[in-house]
């Protein structure tokens, strides 16, 4: 009905900046710090004042804080994660705690919600648009308790704001009554046609609606229609009440929407006592203080939300406001006394100003809560105001208002005094009577004591957060906001009995989690440098000024000529003078300069000082030009620089390579034409700079000769300086690229050789194969360390045990042969003797300590993939050839370390012979054996399916892990399928046993929840994928154990897809093939049989019913429902099925998903909130999603509300199954390690990660997947 009621409008708008583009050397202005009041805003994100105004009000409830800052990563995930597909990130809790911590202590004015409502899913449409504060708040504890299910939070919202009423009808004939139980968050309360809150209050829970006349009321006692009253009260009182105002009607006669702008008082504190079912409870279990006003500014098609708050934790400064509303107090002193002496002789009841004054005067502080005085004024006259006097002169809170001249209301209208009595602000003491005034204290020297007075005394005070701005305010500022355009929406209260701990006053940081203390510190330590960084180059700057006479060009770019200070010349300037304001100031301080002058930006890159843009328009700011803090300009004519012309620009960079030639002792010179060897690696390195556009023949005619070969590095030696390093030969047509074209940058490295350098009949470190140069490690590197490692199977092997360790140093180079170096490390290690009767074979280990396969000796260092200066191991055991494999296998398990068998086969073998060698090898026997691969995971994968190929065909390697696995091969594109049958009571009797070899097949007998049903193994199935259902449930009656039982077509069996030894999902589609289906070979599927055909659509669910036994924990037998969850798959959709099935309305059902594993009920609620136009649109909950799932097979509870007031849906049995959980969980915690090597299954317990599912839609807030 208010479709666009809450958009922005007036000045209450706060527009988002735009996102123009930025003046190019402009810097982000850093945001403020806090001011003295040092409370944070909100930013408006455009509008979202209504989402501020909740999050204050929330952040200023310190029980609610702390409580969500007590819930830690372990519990909500962490952010880092969120973006993990199989990581449970709880984004709004954990957006909240940042929020939250950000307000109270990050050094910022204001705060932004982007993330917060990012993890709401919302658009820029939703932030744009305004929506009602009163249901944001129902929808935001909604999916704050659905974000923390499973959490020591999960009851947070329940705790702090839950309460319940009751409502009440009694037969006036019988006196029977009838109760019905309310939950609520908050209470909405009517705004028109009363005075204030506790009127609208003592309506709703004081007053009785009667049933009389033509409205009369059917007692169920009496079995007719009766006279009645109705009645509600308040049962349970939560430690914050939240009470929603009823501002906005329609005008049926008008037929339009407006806002009620009436005065609506509401009290600061009041009692609930005479509103409650039970009031023999303390009196301060009823009393309640305002703390937080959420305050609408606006008329009804448009508004703006600020809040007033209370700060109950001082964590703000409060300064009095400048302007201060002064208090002007009229007292008519000889009017009152005149009254209250006329009241002590005769009360007239029919004048209630007259026995109102008498009762004020008779009490000894002379003043009176307001809820209080009407039962005064019952005890002394007999009769209720309502009774008597309402009709006439409208609700006591009224009529005192309307006689300002002898009452006074004082804290804020909730109590009431004579105007000769003092104002009383606190409860009167009992042993400490308050004093009247005295007489020497006329009212025009007394100052009026005022709600400023009473925040001071303990500390707290109100402040307005209205988005981004915080201000002091007063108590006196609330009573504004009781009538007119901008006036009090929602209304906060806690319990006076809630105190807040001593070491929370004042200290922002009270139970903030540390990590969030710690981000709190890295954002303050940033914004504190950004500032810095921000005033230190805000105006006044530092240019530093190199002069054209002290340069001279060198490697392509500009060196100083002597390292004295003349060439640089620091100064200071500011940044919003102009580039001619500079360019005179240069000239004033450079006296002798003649002709041009050029200013050019100027960089230092690793070649030197490179010149990019000059600046030429004398009239731009220094600023606009991009001349920042530190920057550096080149001062010259603009052409040559000491005769050298200087190219400027990007393009122009210079590049610093690193370029290698061949050292003396590697050339073989005596002329010392070469370059000496400095580190003996047989290069000489040096550094030259060019120009980023000179092209790759420039380069080569400075460096050397055009003949010359100039490579560049594509893969270098070891990070101990051994191996081999490769060179690739620049082509002839890169020759008239340019160094920036081919990608080059400082530090690469180019190598220049001369053509004879290559001869091979030199022993030369370089040798060319095509367009590759191989540069060998020089003789004092080339060397690999070789270690002697017996093992089991050796003649003596304790004697080598107990020996130590032999390991050697063998020269060896890139071109050396294995076979060589293990030649080489049988002499080093003087083991020729000792292994001439074992054959040796050369491994490398890897990081685990696990031997690698056996290297080819026929294979040199370097195609060995062998690094220089590694380690080898001398191992006994022959080395496979250049036409072997070396495998590695075990048998029926993924191998362990160490477990593994070995074998050399040659790579021709098929697969079939392999897996003979390898039955031999293991001393195995039979042909129903295949073999297996490891996958990724050292898990037991695929089957090799082609026994009839080669291991090279069937691309096995050199190294690779099979796995020997009992069963014949199903043949390849074929599945074998383990079949169970779904037996009850009928069945059993109807199927043979199988033989005991078949039994033992099947592992076990499996149970299902239905009493007296089994799931039995009767065999397997060997079909095509590309068969269809039909085909599989044909081929499952042909299984000997279904010969003698009666199917008349495969359209009566239902097939069963098994995960986990349980029920998973129906198959459908009886012309789906099996690939589609996504059946897997080993696949476990059980049929049923049925009483009549059977076509499941894809969307239908099948779900087993159980109806509720009347007055018991118990169920009657099960019975199936097909509904179709593709028509209506919400709540609404299910209640409304059942509700046709069994003739019954969707209102006198109640509905429950069984969780079998945890022995509990899932309540399924038919309840949906109201939601606006727009929000309609989008696809409501489906009970296939979150939180449900729901799936073929579940059972769903029903209680028919008209015959069974149990609406408990647990059972014996399932109480019986929470104990036993228990005593497990209990169990699985003593045995300590012990448990630890048991799996989930032997618990009964879920502990594997969950599937991932899609987010859950609540209304405009999406919540993530936490059951």
């Known amino acids: 009905m208010f479709g666009d009621l809450f958009e922005e409008d007036g000045d209450g708008f706060s527009s988002t900046p735009g996102t123009g583009n930025a003046m190019k050397g402009r810097e982000s202005e850093p945001p403020m710090p806090r001011g003295k009041i040092k409370l944070c805003g909100i930013k408006n994100q455009g509008g979202t004042c209504y989402l501020n105004s909740l999050i204050q009000t929330l952040l200023f409830t310190p029980e609610f804080r702390e409580e969500l800052f007590c819930l830690g990563t372990n519990e909500l995930g962490c952010l880092a994660d969120k973006d993990k597909p199989d990581a449970k990130v709880r984004l709004i809790p954990l957006e909240l705690q940042r929020l939250f911590a950000h307000l109270l202590l990050v050094d ?39 974000s923390l299910v499973g959490t020591t939070g999960s009851s947070l919202i329940h705790r702090l704001y839950h309460g319940t009423l009751v409502n009440q009808i009694t037969c006036k004939e019988c006196g029977n009554i009838s109760e019905r139980q309310e939950d609520f968050l908050d209470l909405t309360v009517s705004v028109r046609g009363v005075s204030g809150l506790e009127e609208a209050l003592w309506n709703m829970f004081v007053e009785e609606e009667l049933f009389e006349g033509n409205n009369l009321y059917r007692c169920s006692k009496c079995n007719q229609l009766v006279r009645a009253a109705k009645s509600a009260k308040l049962k349970k009182l939560p430690p914050f009440l939240t009470i929603s105002l009823l501002r906005f009607n329609f005008d049926f006669a008008k037929c339009e929407r407006y806002k009620e702008t009436g005065s609506y008082v509401f009290p600061l504190t009041f009692n609930l006592r005479a509103f409650c079912e039970q009031n023999n409870w303390p009196d301060s279990e009823y009393s309640y203080e305002l703390f937080s006003v959420i305050i609408h500014k606006g008329g009804c098609y448009g508004g703006h939300y600020h809040v007033y708050i209370k700060d109950i934790d001082q964590l703000g400064h409060w300064e009095a406001p400048e302007e201060e509303v002064k208090v002007k107090t009229q007292r008519q002193e000889a009017k009152i006394s005149e009254i209250k002496n006329e009241s002590g002789n005769s009360v007239d009841t029919e004048d209630p100003l007259s026995i109102l004054t008498a009762i004020l005067a008779q009490e000894e502080s002379e003043c009176v809560l307001v809820d209080q005085l009407g039962q005064k004024l019952m005890n002394k006259t007999g009769t209720p105001w309502s009774k008597k006097y309402k009709k006439q002169y409208g ?144 105006n006044s700057i530092e240019v530093r000024l190199h002069l054209a006479p002290y340069y001279h060009c060198q490697n392509g770019a500009l060196h100083p000529m002597a390292p004295d200070k003349d060439s640089i010349i620091t100064v200071t300037f500011d940044r919003r003078k102009t580039v001619g304001d500079l360019r005179l100031a240069i000239y004033q301080m450079q006296d002798l300069w003649e002709g041009d002058m050029a200013l050019t930006l100027a960089k230092n890159v690793p070649a030197g000082l490179h010149l990019y843009d000059t600046l030429t328009d004398d009239q731009m700011s220094l600023y606009s030009a991009g001349v920042c803090n530190g920057s550096d300009v080149f001062v010259w004519n603009g052409r040559e620089v000491n005769g050298v012309a200087v190219q400027t620009g990007a393009e122009w960079e210079p590049v610093l390579l690193t370029v290698l030639r061949p050292s003396v002792e590697e050339l073989g010179c005596g002329d010392g034409s070469g370059v000496g060897d400095a580190d003996g690696s047989g290069l000489v390195r040096s550094t030259k700079g060019f120009a980023g556009g000179a092209t790759l023949g420039t380069v080569l005619e400075v460096l050397g000769p055009q003949e010359a070969l100039l490579c560049l590095e594509q893969s270098r030696p070891g990070p101990s300086g051994g191996g081999a390093s490769g060179w690739r030969v620049f082509p002839p047509q890169d020759m008239q690229r340019t160094l920036r074209e081919l990608s080059l940058k400082d530090g690469d490295a180019l190598l220049l050789l001369q053509p004879e350098e290559l001869d091979s009949s030199r022993h030369s470190i370089f040798s060319l194969s095509g367009d590759m140069v191989t540069v060998t490690t020089p003789s004092d590197c080339r060397w690999l360390h070789v270690e002697f490692c017996p093992q089991s199977g050796m003649k003596e092997e304790d004697k080598y045990e107990e020996q130590e360790k032999k390991r050697s140093k063998v020269s060896a180079s890139g071109n050396m042969l294995l076979a060589e170096v293990k030649e080489r490390a049988l002499e080093e290690l003087h083991l020729q003797d000792e292994l001439s009767d074992i054959e040796c074979c050369l491994r490398q280990m890897d990081r685990t300590g696990k031997l690698l396969p056996p290297v080819y000796e026929h294979l040199s260092v370097r195609d060995a993939g062998i690094r220089l200066m590694t380690a080898l191991y001398l191992c006994p055991g022959p080395a496979a050839t250049a036409t072997q494999l070396f495998l590695y296998f075990s048998v029926g398990l993924a191998p362990s370390v160490g477990q593994e068998l070995q074998i050399i086969v040659e790579e021709s073998l098929t697969v079939k012979e392999c897996l003979k060698k390898m039955l031999q090898m293991a001393r195995l026997e039979g042909e129903s054996w295949h073999l297996r691969r490891l996958d990724w995971c050292e898990e037991i994968g695929e089957p090799l399916f082609d026994e009839n190929a080669s291991l090279k065909e069937a691309k096995v390697i050199h190294g690779d892990t099979l796995v020997l696995v009992e069963g014949r091969l199903p043949p390849k594109g074929y ?168 003739g019954l309305t969707p209102d006198n059902l109640l509905l429950a998903k069984h969780l079998s594993d945890k022995h509990t009920w899932m309540p399924i609620s038919n309840w949906t909130q109201q939601v606006s136009k727009r929000k309609k649109k989008r696809k409501a909950e489906s009970l296939q999603a979150a939180p449900f799932y729901l799936k073929d097979g579940d059972i769903i509870g029903v209680k028919n ?67």
């Open 395 to 538: 609700p006591i809170s009224k009529f005192l208002q309307n006689h300002p001249e002898v009452f006074m209301l004082v804290s804020n209208g909730t109590r009431v005094a004579l105007k000769t009595a003092g104002p009383v602000t606190t409860e009167p003491s009992s042993t400490e009577p308050i004093s009247p005034t005295p007489a020497n204290c006329s009212p025009e020297n007394m100052e009026p004591e005022t709600g400023d007075n009473i925040a001071a005394a303990d500390g707290c005070h109100w402040f307005d957060l209205n988005d981004s701005i915080v201000t002091a305010i007063t108590e006196k500022d609330i009573e504004k906001q009781f009538q007119g355009k901008e006036s009090a929406y929602m209304l906060f209260y806690r319990k006076t009995t809630m105190k807040r701990p001593l070491e929370a006053i004042g200290n922002p940081a009270y139970k903030v989690p540390p990590h969030l203390l710690e981000m709190v510190q890295e954002e303050n330590a940033r914004l504190q440098q950004k500032r810095a960084e921000f005033d230190a180059s805000s």
């Open 1201 to 1267: 509300l008209l015959v069974d007031n149990n609406k408990e849906f647990s059972t014996l049995q399932d109480e019986i199954g929470q104990q036993r959980l228990r005593e497990e969980a209990a169990n699985h915690k003593t045995r300590g390690h012990y448990a630890s090597g048991e799996s989930a299954q032997d618990t009964g317990l879920k502990t594997g990660p969950t599937k991932n599912r899609k987010p859950e839609m609540a209304l405009s807030i999406n919540v993530g997947v936490f059951r």
């Open 975 to 1142: 599945l074998k399928l383990s079949v169970r049958m779904y037996m009850d009571m009928f069945d059993s009797s109807c199927i043979p046993e199988l033989d005991q070899a078949e039994v033992s097949q099947s592992n076990e007998v499996l149970t299902t929840e239905c009493p007296g049903s089994e799931m039995r193994f009767i065999g397997h199935v060997e079909i095509s994928e590309e068969a269809s259902l039909d085909d599989l449930k044909t081929q499952v009656m042909t299984l000997p154990a279904l010969q003698d039982v009666c199917v008349p077509s495969p359209a009566f069996l239902r097939v069963w897809l098994l995960e986990g030894k349980k029920f998973a999902s129906i198959l459908r589609g009886k012309l789906q093939t099996l690939r589609k289906l996504k059946l897997g070979n080993g696949t476990e599927v059980c049929v049923q049989r049925l009483m009549k055909e059977e076509d499941l659509g894809l969307k239908d669910l099948l779900l087993r019913i159980q109806m509720g036994v009347p007055g018991e924990k118990a169920y009657y037998p099960a019975e199936e429902f097909l509904w179709d969850g593709g028509r209506d798959g919400t709540p609404r959709g299910l209640y409304a099925a059942l509700a046709s099935q069994y």
């Open 108 to 146: 910022n004015q204001t705060a932004s919600t982007t993330d917060l409502t990012d993890s709401f899913g919302w658009t820029n449409n939703e932030e744009m648009a305004q929506q009602d504060v009163q249901e944001l708040n129902r929808i935001l504890f909604s999916a704050l308790e659905s």
